[in-house]
């Protein structure tokens, strides 16, 4: 398998302020200063498609916080077509880390070392 992108949404394909409110559970919405805002989910999406156009080898392992909140298969849904097409997985078992202990950098570096030990590229947006 090619390099590996540990893709984290928050803070990187759009501002890192993202809350679910009891009353919208599956609307995730972008926060300013305290209030919601309108502003579109995933909005650096395409500038992210468009980067990787030139590397057809890189694949996505979901390192987002969406999965262990609103799913897998949610969270992969919401990428558009380019980016959902190269995903291979996710560093989440349900709501726990796959690898502990429950630090991100660890989960990362053991879905990294069981995929092959190839070469991986974390991208985190806290």
Known sequence: ??????LDYDGVLHPSDVRITKAEPLRP???QNGRPT??????NAPL??????AFPEVRISLATSWVRILGY?????????ALRARVVG????????RFPPQRRHDAITG???????GRALAS???
Request: glycine residues 10%; contains cysteine; aromatic residues 10%.
């Open 1 to 6: 398998m090619g390099p590996i992108l540990y």
């Open 29 to 31: 919405r972008i926060y």
């Open 38 to 43: 309108d502003r579109l989910l995933f909005e």
């Open 48 to 53: 992210l498609a468009c980067i990787l156009e």
């Open 73 to 81: 298969e949610f969270a992969v849904q919401q990428l558009p077509p």
């Open 90 to 97: 996710t560093i989440w078992q349900g709501s726990m880390l």
């Open 111 to 117: 879905d990294a070392e069981e995929r092959g030990g």
């Open 124 to 126: 985190t947006g806290r």
